[in-house]
């Protein structure tokens, strides 16, 4: 399955140089990466995966008793294109979040976690999160 990872990197870019934009695959890749960086298999991903909609409310997975938000940024590579801006989870029904980073290519550049009280204290009256904010967390990349 870990090919299958590649395979979808291997044809977002092929589009991307193509056609100048990227499909969208940052959600579900930083959803599949996540579980992988807090140790759950890819066939434990696969199982938990199964029957879940794109637009589960409070958390994209569960691992071990624990719900996980996960948010993913990359920049496109073109010229001033950087990350400056992450997504705040909208609402608290998780356990833990995981921001992850990539380069370009969709390689993990860093990821972050942090528990749900320690994240709503430190953002709560936050309108906007950038990179600085989450690197507070607890580094797991």
Excluded at 63 to 75: D, L, M, S, T
Excluded at 107 to 113: F, G, L, P, R, V
């Amino acid at each position: 399955m870990e090919n299958l990872r590649e395979q979808l990197v291997s044809v977002t870019l092929a589009w991307e140089r193509a056609f100048g934009n990227a499909p969208q695959i940052t959600t579900v890749l930083s959803e599949y990466d996540a579980a992988r960086l807090i140790g759950c298999s890819t066939d434990s991903y696969s199982c938990a995966m199964q029957g879940i909609t794109a637009v589960q409310k409070g958390h994209d997975f569960l691992f071990n008793g624990h719900r996980y938000q996960v948010k993913g940024n990359r920049p496109s590579g073109k010229p001033g294109s950087f990350v400056t801006w992450v997504p705040k989870a909208a609402n608290y029904n998780w356990d833990y979040l995981i921001w992850v980073l990539y380069d370009s290519q969709y390689q993990i550049q860093e990821a972050w976690q942090w528990e749900v009280s320690a994240y709503r204290d430190a953002f709560g009256g936050i309108k906007r999160l950038s990179p600085a904010h989450l690197r507070l967390g607890k580094q797991l990349a």
